[in-house]
């Protein structure tokens, strides 16, 4: 069956995907009018992803979200969707502590969101939470290469894994997490040979965002594609729309027909 005729996308119809080669396609999503209209054009996986803190809220890093506010978008967006596979990110210092804050963390979103997965982001360094999750039944996304979390520690959003070691390291913790049980892996920002590398080898399915073509899907925050935001426009962003200038526009019309009386008219009144 293609995926399109599909009712619920579930890992398995993404491992699926994976092996009859059919891309898979990923969004971001944080509230229920956004979640119904990327739902019902047909997307395969929607990620509440916590750059919600930059997108949503307006935090210059992806740090200070919390977990009950992962919670509120993660359970908006789970009220519109009907078929995508709904992925939620746990944020900042919710798993790296120990690994059974991270699997409370996790059981707190399933529980009080109903989502279906969770992504965390990092390898080995973070392998013991991973399982822990994953003994829990609880489906897990990884995400190597840029991984904003760790802001602080590089201090820059450039490319990742540009030099041998870190490419080495990144494969290895590639295999660490498909071996591990991981159902998809999240490469952001990193050469495309690397990424085509890491997919080539691992049996689950990999979602680039700036990891070039030779993935088995692709992700984008919908802000920056839809063009929302203005002021982010690395090389890896095609941008679908301008509708920052479109909603300024139709927000400027309004301002005018209420100051010169347009607004309401005859019939927009009772
Ligand atoms: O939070 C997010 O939106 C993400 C994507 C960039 C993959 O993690």
């Not at 971001?28 to 916590?50: E, Q, W």
């Not at 999240?186 to 965002?209: D, F, M, N, S, Y």
């Amino acid at each position: 069956m293609t995926t399109s005729k599909v009712n619920k996308i579930t890992t398995h119809v993404l491992q699926e995907m994976k092996l009859r080669e059919e891309k898979i396609s990923m969004l971001t999503a944080y509230d229920f009018s956004m979640a119904r209209i990327v739902d019902s054009a047909g997307i395969d996986v929607i990620l509440v992803g916590d750059s919600a803190a930059n997108v949503m809220a307006g935090y210059k890093t992806t740090l200070p979200i919390t977990l009950n506010e992962m919670i509120y978008h993660a359970s908006s967006v789970m009220r519109a969707v009907q078929r995508a596979l709904v992925v939620v990110d746990l944020p900042f210092g919710t798993y790296q502590g120990n690994s059974r804050e991270a699997l409370l963390s996790a059981i707190r979103i399933m529980k009080e969101s109903n989502a279906n997965a969770v992504k965390l982001e990092g390898g080995k360094e973070i392998l013991e939470s991973i399982d822990r999750i994953l003994t829990a039944g609880i489906p897990v996304m990884g995400h190597l290469g840029l991984t904003p979390q760790s802001i602080n520690k590089f201090g820059t959003y450039v490319v990742r894994a540009t030099q041998e070691d870190e490419a080495q390291k990144l494969m290895e913790d590639a295999r660490l997490l498909a071996d591990a049980g991981c159902f998809a892996l999240v490469l952001e920002k990193i050469p495309a040979t690397l990424a085509a590398q890491v997919t080539a080898e691992i049996r689950i399915p990999t979602i680039g965002i700036g990891a070039g073509s030779k993935v088995d899907g692709q992700v984008l925050v919908l802000h920056d594609m839809l063009g929302i935001n203005h002021d982010f426009s690395p090389r890896f962003l095609r941008r679908y729309h301008n509708l920052y200038d479109e909603i300024k526009g139709s927000v400027e019309m309004y301002i005018s027909d209420v100051k010169n009386l347009e607004f309401p008219s005859e019939r927009e009144q009772y």
